[in-house]
């Protein structure tokens, strides 16, 4: 026969979902970071931009 499972406490429920959104929120960040950098054209990031693609062909 089945078992209910043990209730979580709230506070390893918000613990959890608080490392979750952190991790969302630094790689948010990171991803800004990234498109600036982009923008300014100082970034050293592996994908060509878009007149490299072009020069190409």
């Excluded at 499972?5 to 929120?25: F, G, Q």
């Excluded at 100082?42 to 060509?48: A, D, E, G, L």
Aim: cysteine-free; glycine content about 6%; overall charge positive.
């Amino acid at each position: 026969m089945a078992v209910p499972k043990k209730k979580t406490s709230k506070s390893k429920r918000d613990k959890r979902r608080a490392t979750w959104r952190h991790k969302a929120t630094i790689q948010a960040q990171k991803a800004l970071s990234l498109g600036k950098s982009i923008l300014t054209g100082r970034s050293t990031f592996v994908y060509p931009s878009a007149e490299e693609e072009g020069e190409e062909e």
